[in-house]
């Protein structure tokens, strides 16, 4: 069975530093674009940061660019997302999503809080 796992959120004070990990299993990651997603209490889920299959092309959300990286390890089957100078209304759950064509993956999600 597919799977995606997220890990790396937490509690973190505003202007602090976080990174996200996405361990990919059990499908072939190097093919699939990969994304994360985050929804706020109360708001629709958004894209925040995508990278194509080979790692060449990164695009981002107005919110989050300057402040986020995202970047994968093909080897490792990996996506992560650097999350520098967090503000408190980037609190939300991160979620990390796979696809190819038609072909969706998602992980359960985790959750970053920005707070002091």
């Known amino acids: 069975q597919v799977q995606l796992v997220e890990s790396g959120g937490g509690l973190v004070q505003p202007g602090g530093p976080l990174r996200l990990s996405c361990a990919a299993s059990?499908?072939?990651?190097?093919?699939?674009?990969m994304s994360w997603y985050r929804q706020a209490p109360g708001k629709e889920r958004e894209l925040v940061a995508r990278?194509?299959?080979?790692?060449?092309?990164?695009n981002y959300a107005d919110s989050v660019k300057g402040r986020f990286t995202i970047s994968r390890d093909n080897a490792k089957n990996t996506v992560y997302l650097q999350m520098n100078s967090l503000k408190p209304e980037d609190t939300a759950v991160y979620y990390c999503?796979?696809?190819?064509?038609?072909?969706?993956?998602w992980g359960k999600g985790t959750l970053v809080t920005v707070s002091s």
């Open positions: 999503q796979a696809a190819v064509g038609a072909i969706i993956y």
């Open positions: 990278i194509t299959s080979a790692g060449g092309r990164t």
């Open positions: 059990r499908f072939t990651f190097s093919i699939y674009d």
